[in-house]
C-alpha cells in the first residue's frame, strides 16, 4: 500500500462507518452503541484512484490507568504512531466538545500530519459544528457523511499529497485484503491457494485466552487483552508470516451459548466470528484448560467440522493444571465420543501467557492444512473401494435389491469430498458412510479432517 492512514476520534462519530465505506465492505461492526470498536482494525481502502492502508480505532479516552479504556487508547497511540497520516473525526450535529479539543492539542504534539473531518453533515445538518471546528486549529474542517457517502472528493484532495509523496518514496527508492476475507478454497486451484496466504481463525468460548495466543504468535501486543471477558468483539485479521509461509490470522470473539446472547453487539460479534469460519481454511478452537471441552466447546467444534474446515484444538493455560496426564486422557475421550465424524483431531497443549508450548501450535495447523488439500488417485481409490465392498457390502435397499458401487472418484478437496456411483443414487446409511470414512482415512491418512461423501448415478442412455 502506498501510504497508511488512521482514523481517530472520540468514541460514537462514525469511525468505523467511515472506515467500511473505504474499504467497501462491512468488516467494522457498527452500532449506535457508544464504545463498539475496541481493538484496532487495518483495511485495504480506495478512493477513486488512490489507494492506500486504513486503520479504525478505539474511540479516544482521557484515561491513563489500567483499565480496559486505558488500554484502548494505547491501541490508538500505535496505530497513530504508525500512520502517515491521521484523520481526526467530531460529530458536526453534536459540536466540538472538550473531548475533541483535547485530542486535537494531542494530535498536534505528535510527528503526524492531521486531517480535520466533521461527520454528520447530511443534509447541512453539521454545518454549525462545521464552522466551529476551526477553533481546533488543525486546518480546514472536511464536511462528511460517512453514512451517505458525502464529502470524499474533499477528503481525497486532502489525501492525495500524501499518496504523491508516496510514489515518490517508491520510486526513489526503486521500487490482499486483510480485514476482508477471501473465498477459502473450496473451489479454487492448487495454483491459486498456493499462492494465497493461509487463513487461520482462532475461535473459543469468552476468555479462554485467544487475543493472547495472536499476540504471542504475532511477537507483538496487537489484540487488546485483559482480564475481563468478552473483549473482542470483531473479527480481526492481520498479515503475519511463519517459515516462509504467508498468514493471515484472525482473532475472533468469544462465543457463548445462544440462549445467552442477548444483546445486540454480542449478537453481531457472534455473527462476525461465525463468518470468520466460514471463511477459513484451518480453525484453531482454543479451549480452558481448567474447563476442558464444555458443551459450547463440542457445539463450536461442530460448527466448525460442519464448514467443512479443518480444526485443531488448542488447549490453554496449561501451565495451571495439576495432573496433565488426566486431563489430556479426558479431552482425547470427549473427542472420540462427541466429534465421531472427525477422528484424529490433533491436540495442542501450551500457556499462551508465558509462551510454553506455543511452538509447537503452527506444525500441527500446517500438517492438518497438507491433509485437507489432500487428493486420492482415482485408481487408488477404486482398488480401495473394491477392498471395502468386499469386506462390508452395502446394505439391501428399499427396492429390495443389494445396492452397487461401480466406482468412485474424489471429486474435490478442501475438504476431501468424494462421489460414489451407482444404478441409483440412493443415499447409504450413516453407519455405512462411517465404515467407509474410517476405511478412507485408514488407507490414505486423512485423519482429522472431515470427510464428505456423495452418492451419483449414471444417466440411462434408453431415457
Known sequence: MSFTVAVIGRPNVGKSTLFNRLVGKRLAIVDDTPGVTRDRRE??????DLS?????TAGLEDIFDDSLQA???RQTEQAVAGADVALLLIDGRAGVTPTDTHFANWLRAQNVPVILGVNKCEGNQGEAGRLDAYALGIGE?????????????ELYEALLPFAEAARA???AAGGGDIDGFVDSGEEADDAVIADRPLQLAIVGRPNVGKSTLVNRLLGQDRMLTGPEAGITRDAIASEWEWQGRKIKLIDTAGLRRKGRVGEKLESLSAADTARAIQYAQVVVLVIDALQPFEKQDLTIARNVVDEGRALVVAVNKWDAVTDKNATLGLIRDRLQTSLQQ???????????LTGHGVDRLMPQVDRIFEIWNSRVPTGALNRWMTAML??????????????????????????????????????????YLRYLMNGLRDSFGLDGVPIRIVTRSRKNPFV
Open 43 to 48: 483495511g485495504d481502502a480506495s478512493l477513486a
Open 52 to 56: 492506500f492502508r486504513i486503520f479504525d
Open 71 to 73: 488500554r484502548m487508547r
Open 141 to 153: 474542517p472536511i464536511a462528511l457523511s460517512a453514512e451517505h457517502g458525502q464529502g470524499l472528493d
Open 169 to 171: 518514496r517508491e520510486k
Open 342 to 352: 472427525v477422528r484424529g483431531v490433533p491436540v495442542v497443549s501450551f500457556s499462551a
Open 390 to 431: 468386499e469386506g462390508h457390502p452395502p446394505p439391501m435397499g428399499t427396492h429390495g435389491r443389494r445396492l452397487t458401487i461401480r466406482y468412485a472418484t474424489q471429486i474435490k478437496s478442501r475438504p476431501p469430498t468424494f462421489a460414489l456411483f451407482s444404478s441409483t443414487a440412493v443415499k447409504l446409511p450413516e453407519s
